[in-house]
Structures are given as C-alpha cells and as structure tokens.
C-alpha cells in the first residue's frame, strides 16, 4: 500500500508515536511547564507519551495519591491549622474518551511500587459518612479499628457521590468536609457511633461536565463541600493505536526516587517555606484571596489552602525540609489550570440541578421540547413553579430559547437550547 508503514510483527512492537488531538473549541489553556516541576513532574512527564490520557490527570492524581502515602507525618501550619498532604481532586473529562480511568492505572502502579501496602488502601463506594468513618475508625471494645488511618478513595463514577450529598439524611457531606480539614470524624448515631481520629483521606473523583452540571447542588457550594476539591479538566490528547509501555517508568530510576522521596516524607514533620518562597508567597497570597464570580468562583473559595498543600507535596517528593520557590510556583500554575477548568465546567452553570436536567434533555433534543415534554422529565414529580423557574433562569442566562409553534389547537410553546457562543 502506498504510503503505509510496514511493521515487522515477529519482532517487538513499535514505539509509540503519538498523533495528537487538537483541544475542543473554549477548553481550557492548559497549565504553564511549573507544574511539572520537580520529581512529580518528571513522573508525570515520563508516563505521558505512553498513554492517551492527559498528562494533567496523571499530574494531579500522582500528587493525590503520593500525598495519600505519605500520611499525617509531614503538615504546614497555618496558625493553629495544619495542613497535612491529602487533597481532593476531581477529572472532568467526557466519559469514555477523555481516558481518566488509564491516567490513574499509571499512577496505581507507580503508587504501588514505591509502597507495596498502596492498593489495599484505594477503596470505592463513597456513600455515606458512617461508611467513611468506618473504613478510619478507632479502636472500640473488641474492636481494633483501622490499623492504618491512611485512606484513598477512588470514585470513578463520582456523580454518585454528589447523588448522596443532596439526600437530606445523609451525612457524606459534612463527614467529608472534616476529612479534608483534617478533624475527628464523627456521627452521632444509635446504631453505628463509630468515631475516627488522626485519619488521613485523600479522594479522586472521575465525572462528564454534564454530570457535574446536572448534579450540582448550589447548597454543596456554599457550604464548602465543593471548593475542597481541585477540578482539572481533561481530555485524550494522542491516538495511541496500540498503546505505549505498561510500566514506563521502568529502568528510569524515578520510581524508586519516588519510593524513596515518599518514605522520607513520611516522617517529614512540620514543613516551612523558604526564604525565597515565602516573599513569593507574600506577593500572591492577596490574589489568590480574592473571591472570583459566580459557581466557579465559589468552588475557588479555598485557593491558598489547596495551593499550600499541592506546594507541600510538590516539596516531599523533591525531599526537601523546606517549601522553595519553585514548589510554590508549580502549585500555583496548577492551581491557575484548575481555576480555569471550574470556570470552563461550571462558567454557565445555575446551581440549579432542575435545571441544569432541563438543560442536558434540551441540548440532546435538537427538535426541542414542549413543556408536557420537560416536565416529563421529571415524572412529573417536579412542581410548575420550579420548572418555571429553571426555564427562566435557562433563558436569562441564554441558554436556553422558546419558540411559538402552532398546532392543530393552541400553540404551543416548544423550548430549545442555545448554541454557545464563540470563547
């Protein structure tokens, strides 16, 4: 065949080449090279071109993770708050293309070698906050407890979470909450009054932009829940026809730079900045403490605390005693890229799970839809005066339009979504 790449395959296959896939119109402008910097980003970077995923889920999650086994041992205090090394972060990305589910097969493994009690400490099924607890509990009678308080839960169907959240008896929620503050957790119930102390849980969360929309509770926002994760938007970014290395850190030295890095840090203790550091922190802290607009605004509410603690694990893996200027750089520019991932993923948002439902049914109906159609949507179990509502507030934000269409009785008013405009 002309032009076709001939391929002995008796012999090894191919390396990998990668063709790459041009980002979406309006995504996000993806984060400065500070992020990579460091043993995280060599890692990071070493993994990307074997994988299709995005080398920021890589990135984010590797942190996560690595923050997750490093534990309580290592903090920065902020006045009478320590900030320990587990964060939350959520992937948003299209759900089977966007390829979250093998950036984190990449860290797991990585994770995994550098300490080997990694993966029975993954756990999934986040649904409420006396499970969480549970899984961190303290000794009680004859029961031990969780001998080990380090916990990484991994929800790959993370819309499940905020499913729960907006159930009014669950406690997942506030549980959380205190989690990522670092508090005792606690419920005060007849039937499991299970209380853990000195735990350290780190969560990843996988979810569409559309889901996220649809399942956004305004209520989750202004109660901090949301702005305790990082959103990173990501997406497949080369075609991979027949993969890359499954294990390409191999003979690379990193990986047991990173076991090594990971077990210094366990016993790290109280992590300060350094003299050029801190002056940069100085200079940025009054932006970062500025409240941005609107729901993505509102999930940004913790930016210093989320970039100290990306800062202090960017540190731990370069095993140094001190935040420098360069770790505070790197979580800075990775803080500005989930910044702008809020802003992509919720720039148009409501709050409203009414109808930000409405809005998912009109894009994915080209035709439009009557209004016996969307409250349909419902199985009528949603008032007139709330589908009036998302409607309107549908059309104020224009996303959505609705047109008079004769019938053979009274018109009919049929509702359609608004094309976006150009970013």
Known sequence: MSGARAYNYNSSPPPPVAGTIEPPPGWPRPPGTAAYNGLAGAVAETIAPHTEADPVAILGQLLVAAGSVVGRGAWFEVEATRHHPNEFVVLVGDSAKARKGSSWDHVARALSKADPGFAARVHTGLATGEGLIWAVRDPSGTDPGALDKRLLVVETEFASVLKATGRDINTLSPVLRNAWDGRALQTLTRTNPARATGAHVSVIGHITAAELAAQLNSVEVANGFLNRFALLACRRVRLLPEGGSPDPLSGTGLDDELASAIKAARGAGQVRFGIDARAYWWDTYPALSEAGDGLAGSMCARAEA??????????????????????????????????????????????????????????????????????????????????DQALAALAGAGRAKSTRQATGGRPADIWSACQPGPQ
């Open 306 to 387: 989320h970039v100290l603690r990306l800062a202090l694990v960017y540190a731990l893996l370069d095993g140094a005693t001190a935040i420098s200027a360069p770790h505070l750089d790197a979580a800075l520019a990775l803080w500005a890229y989930a910044a702008r991932s809020a802003d992509w993923a919720l720039g148009t948002s409501s709050g409203d799970p009414v109808a930000e439902q409405i809005h998912a049914a009109l894009s994915a109906s080209p035709a439009g839809l009557s209004r016996t159609q969307i409250r349909d949507l419902f199985a009528r179990n949603q008032s007139v005066i709330a589908i």
